[in-house]
């Protein structure tokens, strides 16, 4: 596709419920990113992959949250029995080098737990 | 964790005039970048700068980087309605796989 794809677009479950987000990059950008957003704030860093390997998960909050990528491309964020406080925007990029230089961001998963 | 942050104001201007909005950090980095992102979701690549470069222009955007005193500033002149956003730099730190992000500065410009 043209640009970074996510997928929902907005999603509302019930505490403890599992949930997972899907990113589709910019075809061949080998980099990918997981950030998430609460409300007014920055952006808060929670994976990197590499091809398909996953140098940095240093970022994930607790061990609810877990990230693969298959094929260099796809990835599929998972969080395990949502809590309220996982209620963001959750955001990927993608880049074409793993140089952290220009990220191209997807439009975002609203994920609200209720 | 070390991150970029802007001075967390809301800016306000007048169609026309320029804004400029200031971001600090804490360490050595490779680069500093700069993003918009309007009504809350993807954010967009304005400006890439390099730490051994001093300034960049792209366009309306004039960025600045004084790594002596760890800072960098972002200004658009002659703003128009559609530079409504929040604007956020980002950090590469040296040995670092991860961007990091500022808060962001919102800038409201009133036709």
């Known amino acids: 596709g043209a640009g970074v794809s996510q997928s929902p677009s907005n999603k509302v479950t019930e505490k403890g419920k599992d949930v997972e987000l899907r990113c589709d990059p910019i075809?061949?950008?080998?980099?990918l990113y997981w950030y998430r957003q609460s409300l007014g704030q920055g952006l808060e860093f929670l994976i990197y992959?590499?091809?398909?390997?996953?140098?940095?998960k240093s970022g994930l909050p607790s061990d609810r949250f877990s990230a693969e990528r298959t094929g260099g491309s796809v990835s599929t964020l998972t969080i395990q029995r949502t809590q309220q406080e996982d209620s963001a925007v959750y955001l990927c990029?993608?880049?074409?080098?793993?140089?952290?230089?220009?990220?191209?961001f997807g439009s975002g998963t609203q994920l609200s737990v209720l | 964790s070390q991150q970029g942050e802007e001075d967390p104001q809301a800016l306000s201007i007048q169609e026309g005039e320029n804004a400029t909005m200031n971001c600090s950090y804490k360490?050595?980095?490779?680069?500093l970048q700069w993003y918009r992102q309007n009504s809350g979701r993807g954010l967009v690549h304005l400006i890439l700068?390099?730490?051994?470069?001093r300034e960049k222009h792209s366009g309306r955007l004039r960025v600045t980087l004084d790594t002596s005193k760890k800072s960098s500033s972002l200004l658009i002149t002659a703003s128009r309605a559609a530079d409504t956003a929040s604007y956020f730099c980002?950090?590469?730190?040296?040995?670092?796989?991860?961007?990091?992000f500022g808060k962001g500065n919102q800038v409201v410009v009133i036709p």
């Open positions: 990029a993608s880049s074409l080098v793993s140089t952290n230089e220009k990220l191209f």
């Open positions: 360490t050595s980095i490779n680069n």
């Open positions: 992959f590499q091809g398909n390997s996953a140098p940095d």
């Open positions: 980002a950090t590469d730190y040296y040995g670092n796989n991860r961007l990091a």
């Open positions: 075809s061949g950008h080998t980099a």
């Open positions: 700068i390099r730490s051994n470069e």
